[in-house]
Every structure is written in C-alpha cells, then in structure tokens.
C-alpha cells in the first residue's frame, strides 16, 4: 500500500537572511498537576521575522509574536499553555533563546479570557553575561504549588553548547543557578553538548528505571518523604569536538537528576544538579564513521529508547538495561534528510528518492511515496523533507519542507486486532513479506564480482558457469534496452535461452524459471511519473508504457502466457526496490500496447495469448475497441447502403474507398474486439458485470449488444434450415467467429449491466425532443428501436422454444429408442472379441441422403438395419411395438471348452435371439 500524498498544514515565514537564517520548531505542552502533555501544536521560531503557534490537527496559526529583524534563534522553541481556573483566563507562554542581538532568553506571555476581546501579550528577556557559548536546549521543570493563577508552577532550564546548566523563574526575573556539573566539566574540553531531552520520573520509573531501581532511589534521594514533587530527568548528549565525523563510541550521554522544586535546592552541585550515571554509547556492528552535519538525536520516553539518525541509517539505543544496546538499527545506500521514530519498530524517513515507512526489525518497506510527489505550498520537490514530531493519537507525522509545514497521515500503518481502546499492532512479519530492502543490490544483479551462488537461489544457478553466464546476459539485456535494439535483445535471449543449435526457444510446456522472465518484463516495460510532466500538479499517478518491443521474445513470452498485467506488475515492483510504486490503474497494461503500437498488432497478439488477464483489464479494452468501432460507424453504414443499392462489387472497395489506409485498422479492431469478447467470456458471470458496469459506459454497453447482435444474426443459429444466412457487411466484423454460448452470456451480461433503471429511465419519447439537438434525437430514437428489436427477438426466441418442447413432445418415443439404441450397441464380438460383421459395414451404407418438402436429409440407420435388418420395416422409419431396441449382438462364432472357435448355425442364432426377447413382447424376428 501507498503511502498517501501530504497534507499541507502552514505557510512558514521565510527568515530575514535567507542565505544565513534558520527556522526552528519545538512543542508545545500542556500543565496540570505538575504534570506535562503534549499538545497537537508546535512553536516555530523564524530568524529576522517572528515566534509562531501552529495547530496541527485543525491546521491554523494560533499566535504570532514579532521579533527583532537582527534576531538570531540558537535552539528549539518551548511552549506552555495553562488554564487558569479562579480567573478564568487561559495563558500561554513561549520560550526561546536568542544570540542576536543580545544572547539572552525570551519569554512571550500571552493571556486570552474573562471577557477580553484582544489577548494580551508581553514579552520578558533574560540577559545571558556568564556564558558565550549558545543556547542547546531550553525546556521546563515542573513543580506543584498553591495557587497556580499567583506562581507559575515550573522553573525553565537551559544548556548550553559548553555544558553549562542554568535555571531561571518562569518570569526569567530570577535566575536560581547556573553551574557547569564536575562530569560535564571533565568532558567539556574535548567535547560539546549536542543535545538534551528533559524527562518526567513518572515516565522513566516505567521505562528507564524499570530495572534500574538503585537510579530511581539515587535521583529522589533528596526530595523530602512528604513532597509529592518528583524531580526531572536530565539527559545530555556530547559529542567530539571539530570533527566533521564521529563514531558512536566517541558520543557520550550523561543522565543527572533535577530537583523540582529550586527553592528546597542548597547551595551544594549535587542538591542542583544530580549526576546518576555517564553512559557510553555501544557502537553498532558493521557502522563506521558518520557525519555529523546529519546527525538528529531523540529520545522516545515510552519505550527508553534513545535513537539517533544519520545520512544512512536509523539506529535505537535502549537505556534500560544495565549495559545499554541497540535494539535495532538499519542502514542503506540512500541519503537521507531525516528519519523519525513513529513506533517501537518503524522510522519513517525521507530521502533522495522517496520517503517511506521503514521496518527496522524485519528490514521492510510498509509505505512510500516518491519524493518528487512532496510538493511544498509553492510546488518546490527539491529542497529536503526534516521531520519535526510524531502524534501517535492523531496518527500523524509533521514535516517541514522548505518553508512549508506538512503533515503525513499514517492511520492505515498500524492492523488493529481488536477495540480501538487496545494499542494498535506493528511490525507483522507478514507485512513484511515481499517488502524486504536487505540488500540494496538490484533483484536480478550480483552484489559482486565472485561467483555467490547463494544469492541466485531464486534463478537455480549452482554453478560459477551459470553466474558467469547470467551475469553476462543481464550486461547484454541491460544494453540493448538503452540503446532500443530489440534485434540485440532477441539475439540475446535466443543465446541464452535456446538450445545450443537450434536456438529454438522453449514452446509452452516446457519449464522457464519465471524469475528470469520477470527481468525481462521489467526491462521491456517501465513507470513513467506523470508528475514529472506536471509540476504544478499535487498529487501524481503511475503511468505504465513500453520501453521496446521485441517481437520474438515478446512472442515467446506470450506463447509462454508470462506475458500478463500481473507479472509485469511484479516484475516493476522488484526493478524499483526499495521505493514501494503504487497500484497500476485499471487498463494501464492495454494502454501501454495501443500506446506502443496504434495499428493494435501487439494488443492483438496478448489477448490471443493464453495468460490470465483480469474482468476490468478486459473491460478496459473493450471500451476501446468499442469506441473505435463507433468512430468507423458511418463508413460501415455507408458500406451498407452501398451494398443494398448494388453500387459497388465488394464491401472492401467501398470501406477502402472511406477509410483509405485505415481499413487495416479496422480489421485488427474487430479483431481485437472478439478476442477480447472471447477472452471475458471465460470469466465468472458476476465477475463480468461487475467489470461491464464499472468500466463501461451505457453508450459503450448498447454499442456492445449491437455487436454481440450482428454475430447471432450472421453466425447461422437463428436462421431457418431452408434459408440461406444474411451475408455480413464486412468478414472483419465476425472474425473470429463467437460461439453461440458466448453471445447469449455476454448479451445476458450486458443488459445487467445496464440495469433495470438504465433501460426504463434512459429514454425519453421523441416528441419530447424538440429543443434538443439532432445527435439526441437520433440516439434516442435508436435506442427506442433496439429495445423493439430486442422485444421481437426475445419473443421470437420463446415461440422457438415453445415450438422445441411441442417438437419434443411428439419425438419423444424416437429420442428414447435412439438413446437405448446407442446404449445397447456393442461395437466388438462378445464372444472373442473381434469386430461383427454388422458393425464392421462401411459408414457410407449407414446414412442415406432423401428428400422431404423441398428439403435435403440425411437418415441415420442402425447396423442391421433396412431391408436385410431385422428392426423396424423395409425402409427403417418405422418403430418397433415395444420401443425397445432388440440386442441382436448374437455373436456368429463360439468357443468350445476345448479352445476350438467354431461358427453357429442358424438355428442356434434363431434360439438365442428368441430367448433375449420378452416373455410379453411383441418383436419382430428376422432369421
């Protein structure tokens, strides 16, 4: 499945200096009972414009306070919006840190409510003299208080690059400390703070502290036994200093302990800030060096699960355990912008080619979109996609892209197996079958030079020969397909697939390892993006065409029936791993080949074939040759006339005389038309009304009943055996000829198709025609006719019936006796099993050629029939008393016990054909 195209959530100012300025978004959270959540909203701060409040869930700009146009921001914005219950009022207040013009923190206040028409807002800075290193992280550290409409129930707590610590009042008038700890001083000259996540302890004792109990008592060792304040969790993340690449042994992640409340806090480090442990990143298997100018960090608080992303990869660190570990981890030959965790097993990441939802236990692809279907507002596809935050309740994860904030909807990546109240399950094995991005080697290519033979199970190749081998077909494939040489590329299959002289290739039968059609199916075929071709459009559809065609291996594929819609689908998805391309339109396969060859040979040739082709690809086609068929209708009319007026020898003359070059094409139209009627056929009847009503239209469905119509009436089945049938207009328009069975379905199909009401509602009388155009009242007037002649044909149809069962009734007696008669024939000698000398009579003396009324028939007879028979009187139309057959297989020789074969005689004949008679028969014996 696809992942769906983005929504577009905000229009984001552009910073003053676009060459030098940055714009960075943050959350926005929630506080109650000294207890934060996030809320659907994030705070961006644009350089040189302007802090703003964005909803995302019901997309709009909340707020917006103006900065300073010399304004430069060092880190992530922090946002805290409370209800005041006693005033009513609801305040919301906004942080950031600012290196220009002044380094200093601000703080935007804003209070909406108790009757106000305008909200009020003001703003407070925060002068930063003891430190020049900027800003990292600014977030809150919540407490429990009296009266919160008095005293603001949190501190704010920012790090800077240099490892140093401050806290300040929420009003920044107050700053209780500003340290730089002993452990970040050890590591401070060789290392820098990158980033820090500020955790709840209600969070970490269920995740990070489930198994660490000695941290958890070690962080509220000095929180007094009657406070309910818990404190906060403080992790840093260091890396090395001027250095464009790093190893994750080199990064060092510090974990100390906030108290909540700064007033309970000595003048002691370790009442301020409390270190709990150093932790030394475990480098992955097989990752070296990453660069460092990619490098995002974050912390999912759920799950203990520290993850950091880098140019290639993703890869989670899990800090619950005594030693942590990487749980999962996956890396690629992409470059990626940003890759987010958005569940305990899937990142979702954006990189040169697509953006997609990613697997990191099974290594698998659960949706994708190409990049170039990303649009930001101004339909910009090349600056990168960064991930900001995930909603898991909203299922949605926020982007932005240029400055442009977008929204991926990912409510259908998770099954769920029961109520919506039960948590949603990810990472199936069974979503991950067939999605595999293991190997970022293409499917049908070596990985390298040495013989892997391991690696080519799905081709049976066991041997270096045979990797030799196919390793060179593929280079040889490959370039006949770039430079369009399909007499390159059929040599090239003949080499590899024919026998050693002949160069036969293998008929229908004999086995063809299907993985290696496949490649041939993808170079043969390709998906053309329609966006490429519309930039201005938002969202883009596949669009299947043919790369070349060549004649024999694509009429070997089709003689093999591998030449199907379903394994050239196949075959692309495999070519385009690890993008995930969207479902092929319905007709897409049929287009491609009118598209590739307008004279309709290739389409043509398929349909003939005996692949498996599906109701609506088969509907598809038929709208088509539907449709060309009616653009030649007035050349067939015109033939017409001029054959009932005797104006021309032949109806070929005249079609060419109309249609000039194209009386071809309209030979493979018809042609195509009932092999594509042929071919439906074979499907179920609900599945073809299905596909007829779906896809074609009611002009399409009545210019059908009138073909099916024209090949009952040339066909011969409902002509009388003294007439000769109606010559058609054109032989092109019944070839091939359509079975009887095939014709009354498809005309059944056809009229369910339209539907009662199509049929009562869809015409309207002539009369009340007269403001409408010609065109309608012609076409209404057909239509009124082809229910007339359907109404005839349909009572014709029972009087015939009728007229069968009447027949039937009076034959009755003969239908029994010919189908005892065919019963009890033996063919041999019961007796020694040779051929008798009645069954043994040329098939010229059985049938006998009369004349009845003006008639020709022909008399079947019975061995032992006529004047020498012994059934029926001298010329074999007459029955016998009983009805019933005679054996009359009396065998002419028997074999004694001795072995000896001797001939009977008559009379013993005569005495064996008596004894078969019955006791109360009336039978005539000839002897």
């Given at each position: 499945?696809?992942?769906?195209s ?7 100012p552009?910073?003053l ?8 978004i ?14 659907y909203?994030?705070?961006?701060a ?20 103006a ?5 430069s ?8 919006r ?19 013009p ?5 703080c ?10 305008a ?34 129930p ?18 920044l008038?107050?700053?209780?400390w ?5 452990e970040?001083?050890k590591?401070?000259?060789t ?47 260091s ?26 806090s000595g003048?002691?480090?370790?009442q301020?800030?409390?270190?709990l442990?150093?932790?030394q ?14 490098l995002?960090w ?6 203990a699960?520290l ?23 996956f890396v690629?030959?992409e ?7 958005v569940?305990p ?22 949706r ?28 949605m ?18 099954s769920?197996?029961g109520?919506s ?13 067939g999605r ?8 049908w ?13 799905s ?9 030799e ?18 007499a ?39 998906i ?21 065609w ?28 690890p993008?995930?391309?969207q479902?092929l ?8 080949l009118i ?45 017409a ?7 021309v020898?032949?109806?070929t003359?005249?079609l ?13 139209i018809?042609?195509?038309l009932?092999h ?9 009847q ?9 896809n074609?239209?009611?002009?399409d ?6 073909h099916?119509?024209l090949?009952?009436?040339t ?7 003294t ?15 359509l ?8 005309i059944?199909?056809?009229v369910d ?7 009562v ?8 025609l007269?403001?409408e ?12 006719e ?32 010919a ?13 020694n ?23 020709d ?7 032992g ?7 029926g009187d001298a010329s074999?139309?007459?029955l016998?008393?009983s009805?019933?057959p ?6 002419l ?5 001795t ?27 000839v002897?």
């Amino acid at each position: 499945m696809d992942l769906q195209s983005p929504s577009i959530l905000a229009q984001l100012p552009r910073p003053l200096h676009a060459s030098t300025g940055k714009t960075h978004i943050g959350d926005v959270y929630s506080l109650a009972d000294a207890k934060k959540r996030k809320r659907y909203e994030v705070a961006v701060a644009v350089d040189g414009e302007a802090v703003n409040i964005y909803n995302v869930q019901t997309p709009k700009l909340v707020t917006s306070y103006a900065v300073p146009p010399q304004s430069s921001f060092s880190c992530r914005p922090c946002s805290v919006r409370r209800k005041l219950s006693k005033k009513s009022i609801v305040k919301r207040q906004t942080y950031t840190v600012a290196t220009k013009p002044d380094h200093q923190i601000k703080c935007f206040v804003e209070e909406i409510g108790n009757g106000l028409s305008a909200p009020v807002i003001t703003s407070s800075n925060a002068t930063i003299t003891d430190s020049s290193s900027p800003a990292k992280f600014v977030g809150i550290v919540p407490f429990s208080t009296e009266d919160e409409d008095k005293v603001d129930p949190f501190d704010i707590l920012a790090v800077h690059e240099d490892g140093r610590v401050r806290r300040l009042s929420s009003d920044l008038k107050t700053q209780h400390w500003s340290i730089q700890h002993s452990e970040i001083a050890k590591v401070c000259t060789t290392h820098l703070v990158h980033s820090s996540f500020l955790i709840d302890l209600e969070d970490a004792k269920k995740t990070m502290f489930k198994r660490r109990q000695d941290l958890a008592a070690l962080a509220l060792s000095d929180s007094p036994a009657s406070s309910t304040d818990e404190p906060s969790i403080l992790l840093v993340v260091s890396h090395p200093q001027n250095s464009d690449q790093i190893t994750l042994d080199d990064v060092i992640v510090q974990m100390f302990s906030v108290p909540a409340n700064s007033k309970s806090s000595g003048h002691e480090e370790s009442q301020r800030l409390r270190h709990l442990q150093t932790i030394q990143v475990p480098a992955p298997t097989g990752l070296d060096k990453v660069k460092t100018k990619a490098l995002q960090w974050s912390f999912h608080a759920g799950s203990a699960g520290l993850q950091f992303s880098f140019e290639n990869g993703f890869v989670n660190i899990d800090l619950s355990q005594y030693s942590p570990s990487v749980t999962s981890q996956f890396v690629l030959d992409e470059k990626f912008s940003s890759v987010m965790r958005v569940s305990p097993q899937c990142v979702i990441g954006a990189s040169e080619s697509l953006v997609a939802v990613y697997d990191t236990q099974y290594q698998s692809i659960q949706r994708s979109i190409a990049a170039s279907d990303v649009l930001s507002a101004g339909g910009v596809t090349t600056e990168p996609t960064v991930f900001i935050s995930y909603f898991a309740k909203l299922g949605m994860a926020v982007a932005a892209k240029g400055n442009t904030l977008v929204g991926f909807d990912l409510t259908s990546l998770h099954s769920h197996s029961g109520p919506s109240l039960k948590r949603s399950r990810d990472g199936l094995l069974i979503d991950a079958i067939g999605r595999g991005i293991g190997s970022s080697a293409a499917q049908w290519d070596t990985a390298s030079k040495k013989h892997r033979s391991e690696n080519m199970a799905s081709l049976h190749l066991t041997s270096p020969e045979q990797v030799e081998k196919w390793d060179q077909f593929t280079k040889d494939i490959n370039q006949a397909t770039k430079s369009r040489d399909g007499a390159k590329f059929d040599k090239t299959v003949r080499d590899y697939f024919g026998a050693s002289e002949s160069q036969q290739l293998p008929a229908r039968g004999q086995y063809v390892n299907p993985e290696s059609t496949l490649f041939l199916l993808s170079k043969i075929f390709a998906i053309e993006d329609s966006a490429a071709q519309d930039k201005a459009s938002a969202s883009s559809s596949s669009q299947l065409r043919i790369v070349l065609w060549p004649s024999v291996t694509c009429g070997w594929l089709v003689r093999l029936g591998h030449l199907s819609p379903d394994n050239v689908e196949i075959a692309l998805r495999r070519a385009h791993k690890p993008r995930i391309l969207q479902s092929l339109p319905t007709g897409s396969f049929v287009q491609a080949l009118i598209d590739s060859d307008p004279s309709l040979k290739q389409v043509n040739q398929v349909l003939r074939g005996p692949a498996v082709i599906s109701p609506n690809e088969l509907a598809y086609a038929l709208k088509y040759f539907l449709g060309q068929a009616r653009l030649h209708s007035g050349a067939l009319e015109e033939t017409a006339r001029a054959i009932t007026n005797g104006d021309v020898a032949t109806p070929t003359q005249e079609l060419t005389r109309h249609l000039g070059a194209e009386e071809a094409a309209l030979k493979y139209i018809f042609f195509g038309l009932n092999h594509t009627l042929r071919k439906i056929h074979s499907q179920p009847q609900v599945s073809i009304v299905q596909s007829l009503r779906s896809n074609l239209s009611r002009a399409d469905l009545l210019t059908m009943v009138h073909h099916l119509r024209l090949s009952l009436a040339t066909g011969g089945s409902t002509s009388r055996f003294t007439e000769n049938p109606p010559t058609p207009i054109t032989l092109d328009q019944i070839t091939p000829s359509l079975s009887l069975n095939t014709i009354i379905d498809l005309i059944t199909a056809s009229v369910d198709a339209v539907g009662p009401s199509g049929w009562v509602s869809a015409l309207p009388a002539v009369n009340d025609l007269d403001d409408e155009s010609d065109s309608a009242i012609a076409s209404a007037s057909r239509e009124a006719e082809l229910i007339a002649d359907m109404k005839s044909e349909v009572s014709a149809a029972l009087a015939g019936v009728e007229e069968a069962t009447y027949l039937k009734g009076i034959l009755r007696e003969y239908l029994s006796f010919a189908s005892q008669a065919a019963t009890s024939a033996k063919p041999t000698d019961a007796t020694n099993g040779t051929v008798s000398e009645a069954t043994a009579a040329p098939e010229s003396q059985l049938v006998r050629h009369e004349k009845l009324n003006g008639a020709d028939l022909m008399v079947f007879t019975l061995p032992g029939e006529g004047e020498d028979g012994y059934d029926g009187d001298a010329s074999g139309k007459m029955l016998p008393l009983s009805l019933k057959p005679t054996s009359g297989d009396v065998s002419l020789s028997k074999k004694k016990s001795t072995g000896e074969t001797k001939a009977r005689s008559s009379r013993e004949i005569g005495y064996l054909r008596r004894k078969a008679v019955g006791q109360y028969s009336f039978e005539k014996l000839v002897v």
